[in-house]
């Protein structure tokens, strides 16, 4: 089994920045990808970042230049640096977890959420 645990989300002004982190735990393999996604009240959950080991990132349109995703393979540890906040990044943020060796191979792994609130 593997464990999510995020962190770092709060209630933030517009123009402000957070920094989520991930901390990833239990039966993982170190070929894997890791990624953001949110979910706002009454939408689909979206892809935000995702990073493979190789650290080739993945942004949607909507997210870059704003938000930076890395990881910290020896802390078993994926973060999303989120700059310029915008109140429609308002959601909760979950992290996920995928391994072509888990079984059934790519079970989607996620963690609780953590909520991201841009307000004035």
């Known amino acids: 089994q593997v464990q999510l645990v995020e962190s770092g989300g709060g209630l933030v002004q517009p123009g402000g920045s957070l920094r989520l982190s991930c901390v990833v735990s239990g039966r993982i393999f170190s070929i894997n990808i890791m990624s953001w996604y949110r979910q706002a009240p009454g939408k689909q959950r979206e892809l935000v970042a995702a990073?493979?080991?190789?650290?080739?990132?993945n942004y949607a349109d909507s997210v870059k230049g704003r938000f930076t995703i890395s990881r910290d393979n020896a802390k078993n540890t994926v973060y999303l640096q989120m700059n310029s906040l915008k109140p429609e990044d308002t959601a909760v943020y979950f992290c996920n977890y995928k391994s072509p060796y888990t079984m059934p191979p790519n079970r989607d792994y996620w963690g609780q959420g953590t909520q991201v609130t841009v307000s004035s």
């Open positions: 990073i493979p080991g190789g650290g080739s990132t």
